[in-house]
């Protein structure tokens, strides 16, 4: 996953599916590191694509375009 567009795509595709999920299960799930998936949410978060309700540990992340 070498873009970050592609790996973008990734997290969105994932939330829509398990919004609960963590980014050590979706960097297992796809074949990167943590820290790129971290990384491809804070970008998504900034261009308000993504959205986090609720608590870290109990909270789940929200699609809004």
Do not use: F, H, N, Q
């Amino acid at each position: 996953i070498g873009s970050g567009l592609v790996g973008s795509e990734m997290c969105i595709r994932d939330r829509k599916e398990s919004p609960t999920s963590t980014a050590v299960e979706l960097a297992g799930k796809i074949g990167v590191s943590k820290s790129m998936v971290e990384c491809a949410l804070k970008r998504l978060k900034a261009l308000k694509v993504i959205s986090r309700t609720g608590s870290d540990k109990a909270g789940k992340w929200m699609i809004l375009k």
